[in-house]
């Protein structure tokens, strides 16, 4: 719409989205930060005892502001609430009451990514775990009985425990927050739909195309763990790539014979290729802008070789 903008602003003591159009304007608090930064970011703000997500958001591959995933441009919505399920994948927990549909949270919440997430054993996960609306209690007091580790887990376990977050966009068959690890996720969250043209999304269903792939279908043991440090970030790919010549010879592979001793700096560009997301959608000005990730589903990818050896000067 023209003559519509958005200001980032610090006052009163915090930072302020505020919308102009119309001749009217609206500001609203950032509250809450979702996301590290690498990528981008978006921004929560509190309406009582509910959660909406700002209309405009950070995306790190253009430096730039930008509206919010889903977000029309040129369009002003601070109404988009925030469900239980959203929380679940981008906090470790949030005390809440009511419906999914209709939740009411409090403010006490343990932000981020912390132990708790995959390992269990504090009461407040213990004590979530009520079918009850206003059971969650806010102590944080270990319970180590309830100590999980999911290297010990059977396999289908272990991958439930990434899956809760890597899966994509599923219904809950149990209230948000009551999965605990080591418990079958089928019970708490419904099955991707069963569309036999459907591909899972390079964004958020990393679960669904490594079961996919060859490699996890002959293998009895390899699991998310088996490539990634789950305790740290890890951005060197001849590092991931090791783990590949575990099961894999350089040079069984065209490229890798091609190569050489360079193969294992591409092994992840060749076969694990950055794809558009198409579950996210971020309107810019004149076209959609789609993130790009590596894809899961471990292959070939004639096209991504093809760019590889290219950028070697080989053919």
């Not at 109404?79 to 981008?90: A, D, K, Q, S, V």
């Not at 927050?177 to 964004?203: I, K, M, N, Q, S």
């Not at 091609?258 to 591409?266: L, P, Q, V």
């Not at 060749?270 to 292959?299: E, L, W």
């Amino acid at each position: 719409m023209p003559g519509t903008y958005f200001r980032m602003e610090h006052r009163d003591g915090g930072y302020f989205q505020t919308a102009h159009a119309g001749g009217r304007e609206r500001s609203e608090r950032f509250d809450l930060v979702i996301g590290s930064g690498r990528r981008g970011q978006s921004y929560l703000y509190w309406k009582g005892e509910l959660l909406f997500q700002l209309p405009i958001s950070y995306l790190a591959a253009l430096d730039a502001w930008v509206n919010s995933p889903g977000f029309a441009d040129g369009a002003v919505h601070f109404e988009r609430l925030i469900p239980p399920r959203c929380l679940e994948c981008h906090t470790s927990h949030v005390s809440w009451s009511g419906s999914e549909s209709a939740p009411r949270y409090e403010r006490a919440a343990v932000l981020g990514i912390a132990c708790q997430k995959c390992h269990g054993g504090s009461s407040y996960v213990a004590g979530s775990r009520s079918e009850a609306p206003h059971a969650s209690p806010k102590g944080l007091a270990p319970d180590h009985a309830a100590i999980r580790n999911p290297a010990r887990l059977e396999r289908d376990r272990q991958i439930d425990t990434c899956a809760l977050c890597h899966s994509g966009i599923r219904e809950p068959r149990r209230r948000s927050f009551t999965y605990a690890p080591g418990e079958r996720l089928d019970e708490y969250l419904a099955p991707a739909a069963d569309d036999a043209h459907a591909v899972p999304d390079v964004h958020g269903n990393q679960v669904g195309l490594l079961r996919a792939s060859a490699c996890f279908r002959s293998s009895s043991r390899m699991a998310c763990a088996s490539c990634h440090d789950v305790h740290r970030p890890e951005r060197d790919l001849a590092a991931l790539a090791d783990r590949c010549g575990a099961c894999h010879a350089a040079t069984a592979c065209r490229v890798g014979a091609s190569i050489g001793s360079r193969a294992r700096e591409h092994c992840i560009d060749c076969h694990m290729p950055r794809r558009p997301s198409r579950a996210i959608s971020i309107a810019t000005p004149g076209k959609p802008f789609a993130q790009a990730y590596r894809t899961h589903r471990v292959g070939v990818y004639t096209d991504a070789s093809r760019a590889v050896l290219e950028s070697l000067g080989r053919r």
